[in-house]
Nanobody, 127 residues
Framework: QVQLAESGGGLVQAGGSLRLSCAASGRTFSNYAMGWFRQAPGKERQFVTAITWNGISGGYADSVKGRFTVSRDNAKNTVYLQMNSLKPEDTAVYYC????????????????????WGQGTQVTVSS
């Protein structure tokens, strides 16, 4: 079993920054993929970004391009999401998702590519 521990959410003013972390433990995959998704109230879960064990990026949602950056630390089994220039519309519960690296990197955007999910961390951006 894999456990995912998310941290770093909180309340921030528009224009501010937050860094989310997601640490994987347990029976982790050597060739993993980790994605970040978010879900705002009343909306469907949305892909934000993803990264694989070897640094392949799954791209970014158009709404966060140029503001969010995903990175990883394999030694710590941890993936980070640096969020800058936050906007009120970034307010959501952010989830990390983890699984074996898919056959095609284009699959990183799909929630179905991931086996394990974090509990979610709330990010609230005030205007």
């Amino acid at each position: 079993q894999v456990q995912l521990a998310e941290s770093g959410g909180g309340l921030v003013q528009a224009g501010g920054s937050l860094r989310l972390s997601c640490a994987a433990s347990g029976r982790t995959f050597s060739n993993y993929a980790m994605g970040w998704f978010r879900q705002a109230p009343g909306k469907e879960r949305q892909f934000v970004t993803a990264i694989t064990w070897n640094g392949i990026s799954g791209g970014y949602a158009d709404s966060v391009k140029g503001r969010f950056t995903v990175s990883r630390d394999n030694a710590k089994n941890t993936v980070y999401l640096q969020m800058n220039s936050l906007k009120p519309e970034d307010t959501a519960v952010y989830y990390c998702a983890y699984g074996p690296s898919p056959l095609y990197y284009s699959m990183l955007v799909s929630s179905r590519s991931y086996v394990h999910w974090g509990q979610g961390t709330q990010v609230t951006v005030s205007s």
